[in-house]
């Protein structure tokens, strides 16, 4: 194979790599609004049963007492899935933004097409520049994993309130115990968002 040929066998690669990466990166997409729907709707639907049996005393506690482990346990799966799902769609960009920089580097000449794929110097800055954001952990508070971990978060408070009111605590203590566990696992989640996107190679 000559250079010549060579090289269109690689262009014809790369078009072809480019355009499967960009479908995987939509399907990333769509899996975590599906996902994250699912959750909410999920909640919702506690809600809305809560609303039916907030009115008897009998059957509140033992309707919270199966609601809540159940919505805390899909939503860390929930959580546990999008983490995964953002950093593969991250991942998909910077190869994306790889191609792209060969693109420029080969065809472009003196014009500036592709040129955002080499300007930052970095693959990781050059995928954050091409979705019009800059590399932060504040960016993560912004997705839609920590979204699912806030409400996680007050669900885990929530049951942290129950359980010590359970045990016999005052309401101010049992608030108070609330707040603090779902700080510490809002923080948890955040922690682990981070490390997962800090992680992941460049």
């Known amino acids: 194979m000559d250079e010549q040929a060579r090289e269109q066998a690689l262009l014809t690669a790369l078009t072809t790599e480019h355009f499967t990466l960009q479908t995987s990166r ?4 769509a899996e975590s609004v599906g996902r994250a729907t699912v959750f909410l ?3 919702s639907a506690a809600l809305i049963g809560l ?42 960009l910077q190869r994306i933004q790889r ?16 040129a955002d794929a080499v300007v930052a110097g970095d693959l990781r800055r050059a995928a954050w520049a091409a979705v019009g954001s800059r590399p932060g952990r504040w960016q993560l508070l912004l997705t839609t994993a920590a979204m699912v971990g806030a409400v996680n978060s007050l669900l885990i408070g929530l049951g942290a309130t129950l359980l010590t009111g359970l045990a016999g605590g005052t309401p101010t203590v049992a608030v108070v115990v609330g707040v603090v566990v779902a700080l510490m696992a809002f923080g948890a989640q955040i922690a682990y968002l981070a490390q997962a996107s800090i992680s992941q190679p460049s």
């Open 26 to 29: 939509g399907a990333t997409i």
């Open 41 to 43: 709707t999920l909640l």
């Open 99 to 114: 191609i792209r920089a060969y693109y420029h580097r080969q065809f472009a000449g003196e014009h500036d097409f592709f």
């Open 51 to 92: 609303g039916f049996v907030s009115g008897s005393g009998q059957l509140l506690k033992p309707y919270l007492g199966v609601v809540v482990p159940t919505l805390v346990i899909t939503g860390l799966f929930t959580f546990g899935r999008l983490v995964q799902s953002m950093v593969e769609n991250s991942l998909d």
